[in-house]
């Protein structure tokens, strides 16, 4: 049988076209799985630059817009004016767990939206309804979801 591993680098153009795929930005996308697939989970923007043949100014909106999404953090590194961009430990569960201070918002956004329909039965008065049905549903079940993964990693 053929050798099935798959390269790092593959892996990591791979799942960035996945994560592009199902909405986040190209370039924090291609960013977050070079750290990813970093030794320590830690690059400068020099590193970073020189791994994906970008410009500093793509590597810094980039990281300002994972930063924002608590997915990576700047460490600046003594001695240097350089900075360090490092994933947080346990990345995905850190993004899920600001994921759920976005639900709720959406789920009254929504609700209200709803309601000032003056056709209740209209299909979009439905769509929304539903919509608010959705995020309300996963801003009750993402904690519950959380904690399970919790037990799950530290057993």
């Known amino acids: 049988m053929a050798d099935q591993r798959l390269e790092l680098g593959d892996f990591a153009e791979r799942m960035a076209s996945l994560l592009i795929a199902a909405g986040l930005q190209r370039m924090p ?9 970093s ?24 990281a300002q817009y994972l930063r924002g999404l608590s997915m990576v953090r700047r460490v600046a590194q003594s001695g240097s004016r350089r900075d360090r961009y ?16 976005f639900y ?18 209209s299909p979009s ?9 959705f995020f309300r549903f996963m801003q009750r079940r993402l904690p519950e979801l959380l904690d399970e993964w919790e037990g799950q990693r530290n057993a």
Do not use: F, K, N
Not at 86 to 101: G, I, K, M, N, R
């Open 29 to 37: 996308a291609r960013v977050l799985m070079a750290l990813m697939t």
């Open 39 to 62: 030794e320590d989970g830690g690059l400068t923007s020099q590193e970073l630059q020189d791994r994906l043949g970008v410009s500093a100014a793509a590597i810094s909106g980039a």
């Open 86 to 101: 490092e994933l947080p430990d346990d990345v995905w569960y850190t993004a899920s767990v600001q994921a759920d201070t």
């Open 104 to 121: 709720l918002p959406m789920a009254q956004l929504a609700e209200a939206a709803a309601e000032s329909i003056d056709d209740t039965d």
């Open 125 to 133: 008065a439905a769509r929304i309804r539903e919509m608010a049905d």
